[in-house]
């Protein structure tokens, strides 16, 4: 059975830093693209980033763009996507989704699978 497991939030202040991890299991994860999303309350679910197969190419909302990175380890069946300079705008539950096609992709409807998120809270 394919399941997707995020850890790794928490609270943290202004500037700070977090890494989240989703760890895949139940299929080999280094065919398929990997997605970051995230909703804070009252709003609409929002596209983080993105990261290709084995090939790993990536790619970011602009709201994060050079605060962020995403990266995976295939060896551990393990995608990070690594926060820093984080603001209170960050707030929010953080998805993991997985895409059974290799291509990096912006929009929810294109994965497959999501796991039940971790909460990443900004705050001093």
């Known amino acids: 059975q394919l399941q997707l497991v995020e850890s790794g939030g928490g609270l943290v202040q202004p500037g700070g830093s977090l890494r989240l991890s989703c760890a895949a299991s139940g299929f080999t994860s280094d065919h398929y693209a990997f997605g970051w999303f995230r909703q804070a309350p009252g709003k609409e679910r929002e596209w983080v980033s993105c990261?290709?197969?084995?090939?790993?190419?990536?790619d970011y909302a602009d709201s994060v763009k050079g605060r962020f990175t995403i990266s995976r380890d295939n060896a551990k069946n393990t995608v990070y996507l690594q926060m820093s300079s984080l603001k209170p705008e960050d707030t929010a539950v953080y998805y993991c989704?997985?895409?059974?096609?290799?291509?990096?992709?912006?929009?929810?409807?294109?994965?497959?699978?999501w796991g039940q998120g971790t909460q990443v809270t900004v705050s001093s």
């Open positions: 990261i290709s197969n084995s090939a790993g190419s990536t």
């Open positions: 989704a997985v895409k059974t096609l290799s291509a990096c992709s912006r929009y929810g409807f294109r994965y497959d699978y």
